[in-house]
Antibody
Framework: QVQLQQSGPGLVKPSQTLSLTCVIS??????????WNWIRQSPSRGLEWLGR?????????EYAVSVKSRITINPDTSKNQFSLQLNSVTPEDTAVYYC??????????WGQGTLVTVSS | QSVLTQPPSVSGAPGQRVTISCTGS?????????VHWYQQLPGTAPKLLIY???NRPSGVPDRFSGSKSGTSASLAIAGLQAEDEADYYC???????????FGGGTKLTVL
């Protein structure tokens, strides 16, 4: 059974960097048939896909246009995890952030969610 | 404003059948991209309900079904039960945005 365990700070100051980590159990971050995603949810923006990383003989990253200039998603094969970094945050980035394992374009497994508040 | 449009709320009595629509455009559902549905109970992460139009993961009752026509998709729930009260979201891929898009969510109330 695949489980995703998220960690990271719940409070980030404006203009700083939001960093979250998702530890994978029951699967490998290097599995060829799945993709590892970050999705956030807020009352104002609903569910919003942020980006993904996946391995198909080499590593690929894809990011949503809305955050493309500010986001980095990295796999860490040594720790079987992947991470999210979102730079230059504003209060609009306040949301519950989820790490998600996906296959064939749909979300199979979700992390527990992390409420990140952007405030000074 | 979400790329996929869902009604904010629907309701029905126990035992009844309700449908939730998900309207897209020619760059997502109308382009033939798959539609998936999720159920979210309060305080929890969304859970996969229907994938690729009308496939159910193990453990999802066959009271839930999906369909698609043109630029829209629908989720039908038959034999409503109190435990079905939740938020429901549709999801697809959009070629103009080169990424996944979600509906704004529909709150189902079981009367």
């Amino acid at each position: 059974q695949v489980q995703l365990q998220q960690s990271g700070p719940g409070l980030v100051k404006p203009s700083q960097t939001l960093s979250l980590t998702c530890v994978i159990s029951g699967d490998s971050v290097s599995t060829n048939s799945v993709a590892w995603n970050w999705i956030r949810q807020s009352p104002s923006r609903g569910l919003e896909w942020l980006g993904r990383t996946y391995y198909r003989s080499k590593w690929y990253n894809e990011y949503a246009v809305s955050v493309k200039s500010r986001i980095t998603i990295n796999p860490d094969t040594s720790k079987n995890q992947f991470s999210l970094q979102l730079n230059s945050v504003t209060p609009e980035d306040t949301a519950v952030y989820y790490c998600v394992r996906a296959k064939d374009g749909y979300c199979l497994n979700w992390g527990q969610g992390t409420l990140v508040t952007v405030s000074s | 404003q979400s790329v996929l449009t869902q009604p904010p709320s629907v309701s029905g009595a126990p035992g009844q059948r309700v449908t939730i629509s998900c309207t897209g455009s020619s760059s997502n559902i109308g382009a033939g991209y798959d539609v998936h549905w999720y159920q979210q109970l309060p305080g929890t992460a969304p859970k996969l309900l229907i994938y690729t139009y009308n496939n159910r993961p193990s453990g999802v009752p066959d009271r839930f079904s999906g369909s698609k026509s043109g630029t829209s998709a629908s989720l039908a729930i038959a034999g409503l039960q109190a435990e079905d009260e939740a938020d429901y979201y549709c999801q697809s891929y959009d070629s103009s945005l080169s990424g996944w898009v979600f509906g704004g969510g529909t709150k189902l109330t079981v009367l």
